[in-house]
């Protein structure tokens, strides 16, 4: 069974860079076909998706928020991690990082393996 944690700080403050790490247990994130992403839900809004780090390293990320996101991973560790910079107080939301077990750039509802969340507030 994967299970998955997010960790990082709950609190940013504007136009730092926001650092984020998912902690990957019960399966390795070299495994063929899986899809490592970081999705994020703003309060009273849905989900959105930023990006993901695929099984082989290669990294694909939302067009709207490219510019400042970077997604790494530490497979001596099993773990990936989101750098999201220069944030605002609309980067503010509840992070999740998750798992589709795919052979294609899965879509959100290819996610079958979530971490619980953790909030982020950007504030000063």
């Known amino acids: 069974q994967v299970q998955l944690q997010e960790s990082g700080p709950g609190l940013v403050k504007p136009s730092q860079t926001l650092t984020l790490t998912c902690i990957v247990s019960g399966g390795s994130i070299t495994t063929k076909d899986f899809y490592w992403s970081w999705i994020r839900q703003p309060p009273g809004k849905g989900l959105e998706w930023i990006g993901y780090?695929?099984?082989?390293?290669?990294?694909d990320y939302n067009p709207s928020l490219e510019s400042r996101t970077s997604i790494s991973r530490d497979s001596s560790k099993n773990r990936f991690t989101l750098q999201l910079s220069s944030v605002t107080p609309a980067d503010t939301a509840e992070y999740y990082c998750a798992l589709a077990r795919v052979g294609r750039s899965p879509t959100i509802s290819d996610y079958d393996y979530w971490g619980p969340g953790t909030q982020v507030t950007v504030s000063s």
């Open positions: 780090i695929d099984y082989s390293g290669g990294t």
